[in-house]
């Protein structure tokens, strides 16, 4: 149960939070707007659609500062209570410094869980306004005219297109193999690909199948038995979408949670590379609630001890090792999407060993 000072250093904990959080991003919502005040004349946009957008950054920015705005709170809160010595009269009252960190505990389990809400379901809807809006009205029109793209879209089928282009959803000399183990079974070649917007599937033009089995005469309803078969137009059921050849920037970000699942199987089944980051972005959802108990302990660790020479230099050093834990985390990402780290890993492995360092660097100030 708390006591009055648990529920004294809660509620300061928690108001502090939250007057820095609203304050940061009200100060990055104002940079924001003024940025983007062009943009917004340019395109005669009305106040609503304006606020909207803003209802899909606001909340956004909130949850990208969680991590930091935490540490700053625990920082500034700890720092005054063992400023004004009221850290060593609780020492002086038989407090340990491990009991003294109830209400941190208690503040941590708050604000990870209700970040653990909102960046896994609440938060990726509002990212997609967000990232629509600066697609419609603030980012010039993604032009793809990209050459040689090679792509998975089955187990043992790999598609080739010379030349791709987004604005028309279309391809040109493309080229489908069919892999049994290392050998090349079945290939179809076309002059170009173009997506249906009526009928949702790609058809192509003047075309040739060479060695044809039952994955294209089910799917393109020709004889098996025909070796080589060529055409000018034929529809094509692949289980492929023009947003698949096309991957938006960080489109991971306005997925929940259940939707990466679904991403990362949908992948999977079909045997497509491309998947990690939908894992990596799937673990740091679950880790990044995690890191808040890693950044309060050690906020409080650094910044409890009063000293002659005041606790700059103790915070400080807090600062320092928040700005390498959050560029390890980075990292860590990095190395796993790149295949090296079990996405798993990953995402765990800053929280693990921040948590170790915040222990010793609390064992060598107990002594």
């Known amino acids: 149960m708390l006591t009055i000072i648990d529920r004294y250093i809660f509620k300061y904990l928690l108001a502090t939070f939250a007057f820095v959080v609203l304050i940061l991003t009200a100060v990055i919502t104002v940079i924001d707007i003024t940025e983007k005040m062009e943009k917004f004349s340019y395109h005669h946009l009305k106040l609503g659609t304006i606020l909207e957008y803003y209802g899909g950054f606001i909340p956004w920015i909130m949850g990208y500062l969680t991590p930091i705005t935490v540490f700053i709170a625990v920082i500034y809160v700890t720092s005054r209570l063992a400023g004004h010595s009221e850290i060593i009269a609780m020492y002086s009252s038989g407090m340990?410094?491990?009991?003294?960190?109830?209400?941190?505990?208690?503040?941590?389990?708050?604000?990870?869980?209700?970040?653990?809400?909102?960046?896994?379901?609440?938060?990726?809807?509002?990212?997609?306004?967000?990232?629509?809006?600066e697609m419609k009205y603030i980012n010039s029109p993604r032009y793809m005219d990209d050459e040689n793209i090679h792509f998975q879209i089955a187990p043992n089928l790999y598609m080739y297109i010379q030349r791709y282009n987004n604005t028309i959803n279309k391809g040109y000399n493309v080229s489908l193999?069919?892999?049994?183990?290392?050998?090349l079974i079945e290939k179809l070649i076309a002059e170009s690909v173009e997506w249906d917007t009526i009928k949702n599937r790609?058809?192509?033009?003047?075309?040739?199948?060479?060695?044809?089995n039952n994955l294209f005469s089910d799917s393109m309803k020709l004889k098996p038995s025909q070796l080589t078969q060529s055409g000018n137009k034929l529809d094509s059921v692949l289980a492929i979408t023009p947003q698949d050849f096309e991957e938006q920037d960080r489109s991971f970000d306005g997925m929940?949670?259940?939707?990466?699942?679904?991403?990362?199987?949908?992948?999977?089944?079909?045997?497509?590379?491309?998947?990690?980051?939908?894992?990596?972005?799937?673990?740091i959802r679950y880790a990044a609630p995690f890191s808040t108990f890693v950044l309060v302990f050690l906020g409080a660790t650094v910044s409890s001890r009063k000293s002659r020479g005041g606790t700059g230099l103790q915070i400080a050093i807090g600062f320092v090792l928040a700005f390498i834990f959050i560029i390890f985390f980075q990292l860590s990402n990095t190395f796993a999407q790149a295949g090296?780290?079990?996405?798993?890993?990953?995402?765990?492995?800053?929280?693990?060993?921040?948590?170790?360092?915040?222990?010793?660097?609390?064992?060598?100030?107990?002594?």
């Open 96 to 133: 340990s410094f491990w009991r003294l960190l109830v209400p941190y505990m208690v503040v941590s389990m708050v604000i990870g869980g209700i970040s653990f809400c909102l960046n896994g379901w609440v938060i990726p809807k509002a990212t997609r306004v967000r990232l629509d809006f």
């Open 177 to 183: 193999d069919q892999f049994k183990g290392n050998e």
């Open 202 to 212: 790609w058809t192509l033009y003047n075309w040739k199948i060479t060695k044809v």
């Open 340 to 367: 090296e780290i079990n996405p798993a890993v990953a995402a765990w492995i800053p929280n693990v060993t921040f948590t170790f360092i915040s222990s010793f660097i609390n064992y060598l100030l107990l002594k």
């Open 256 to 283: 929940t949670i259940p939707e990466l699942k679904a991403e990362v199987a949908k992948k999977k089944s079909r045997g497509m590379t491309g998947f990690k980051v939908y894992e990596i972005e799937n673990q």
